[in-house]
């Protein structure tokens, strides 16, 4: 028993499902696998409309799916949609294999790798959501919690009707206790926001599908060393690093990585984090360029969608269309005609990170207030508070104090007006 929870994924062996009107393409679910540790041994699927309410598959396709099973090998079968619980308990009936969907899959990687306190409450709270619809795996999740044993033991028989009420009210109790902690989290980032915001640095946001190179891009913007890797949902906590473009300070922040069908549970307890981090006065849109058309078309939709879910959709927003360098010049043509408002970049050889970085400042000069003012010279703070917000300021000192021109973001532009002289228009 002890063991087999110490290195329970080295031995599970899944062989994957799908149901789809399309030919059904199970190679991200693939990737999540093995993101997640676990072997794929073979897959089986399904073109119809929608999946059996009941079974998933239809009734044929069952028998052939237990040979499949059989024939592979496989000790479990990963199914690329989320299953409703009859689906699930239906199918490792008929099976006599776990059945896992996709939802309990990313929800697996994502508490393996959340790093931060807010991170893990958020994965928990989504899990246990997830678990509440299905009662499966909640006795040992607050137990792995410390949340006490109750008598009757675990795993020793399955849960009675009132065993479940039990586990639903607990469940429900903690759900109610990590809303509360998450609401006070957010209660702390919305001050340094604000702090932020007094500072009136212009904000800039990485989203995008996951394994796009987000942190990559920010590392190579910002000189950062936020971790990178080739695996999915790398990245869980928000990280904010500052870098500057012609003399103004810009604050960068990396974000969690979106992906098709995320399950519903994880978008709720992210979202005060993305709503955050989406605040921002630009998104850059970061795309893996690198993939198939359908593919890229696919992903671009999949963050799309998430942005408008998160209240993010009107925000303005730039698309970095990253990895180029593992194109030709056709195909790098082709996508400069399909996409004419994209930069092009490769955050791992620096191509492209000027255009991106004249781009990002292009939008923020546009939304710029031209000052003219005049700052006594007993208002110092004044005056380097005007240099960090305005970056390179035009200055003459005169007799009456210090003569500057400036752009400054609308945002804090009220703060000077009190030092305007003239008009305020620049000649
Ligand atoms: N060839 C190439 N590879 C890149 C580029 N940018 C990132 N990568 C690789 O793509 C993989 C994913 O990069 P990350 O920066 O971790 O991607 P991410 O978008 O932060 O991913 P998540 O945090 O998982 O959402 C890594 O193996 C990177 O080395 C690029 O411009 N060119
Ligand atoms: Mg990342």
């Known amino acids: 028993m002890q063991d087999l929870t110490q290195q329970p994924r080295a031995r599970q062996r899944a062989l994957c499902i799908g149901v789809s009107p399309a030919e059904p393409d199970l190679s991200e679910l693939r990737e999540l696998l093995r993101t997640a540790g676990v072997a794929s041994v073979g897959e089986l699927v399904q073109r119809r409309d929608q999946p059996d309410p009941d079974r998933y598959f239809g009734r044929g396709k069952l028998d052939e799916l237990k040979r499949a099973v059989k024939d592979a090998d496989a000790n479990l079968v990963a199914c690329d949609d989320e299953l409703l619980p009859r689906q699930e308990r239906n199918l490792e009936e008929a099976l006599g294999v776990p059945v896992i969907d996709r939802t309990a899959i990313i929800l697996d990687i994502f508490a393996d790798h959340a790093h931060s306190a807010e991170g893990k409450l958020q994965v928990e709270l989504a899990q246990l959501e997830y678990n509440l619809a299905r009662m499966r795996g909640l006795w040992t999740h607050l137990e792995r919690l410390g949340a006490g044993r109750m008598d009757g033991g675990i795993g020793t028989r399955g849960p009675g009707e009132t065993q479940i009420e039990t586990d639903r009210r607990l469940a429900r109790d903690r759900i109610a206790a990590l809303r509360r902690r998450l609401k006070h989290t957010k209660a702390t980032r919305s001050t340094m926001r604000a702090e932020r915001e007094r500072a009136g640095l212009p904000t800039v946001a990485l989203a995008g599908y996951t394994n796009a190179g987000k942190s990559t891009l920010l590392n190579a913007l910002t000189g950062a060393e936020v971790s990178v890797r080739d695996r999915l949902f790398h990245t869980l906590d928000p990280t904010t690093r500052s870098f500057e473009i012609n003399g103004r300070t810009y604050l960068l922040t ?26 921002a006065d630009l998104i850059v849109h970061v795309a893996d360029a690198s993939v198939a058309e359908e593919e890229l078309h696919d992903m671009l939709t999949a963050v799309d969608d998430v942005l408008a879910e998160t209240g993010a959709g009107e925000r303005p927003r730039l698309l970095a269309l990253n990895k180029v360098d593992l194109l030709d010049e056709e195909r790098r043509r082709e996508l400069s005609f399909r996409f004419p408002q994209a930069v092009q970049v490769s955050a791992t050889t620096a191509d492209g990170l000027n255009e991106l970085r004249e781009a990002v400042e ?8 031209p000052m003219e003012l005049l700052v006594p ?3 110092g703070t004044s005056l380097s ?3 960090d917000v305005a970056g390179e300021l035009e200055r003459e000192d005169t007799a009456e104090g210090v003569r500057v021109r ?7 532009a009220q703060r000077f007006e009190r030092f305007q002289s003239g008009n305020g228009s620049l000649a």
């Open 362 to 369: 292009a939008r923020f000069l546009a939304s710029l207030r």
């Open 377 to 379: 010279y007993d208002e």
């Open 254 to 279: 990396d974000t969690v990585g979106f992906i098709r069908k995320l399950p519903h549970a994880l978008v709720d307890a992210f979202s005060a984090t993305l709503e955050e981090a989406l605040g």
């Open 406 to 412: 400036a752009r400054v973001p609308v945002a804090v």
């Open 385 to 387: 508070e005007l240099h």
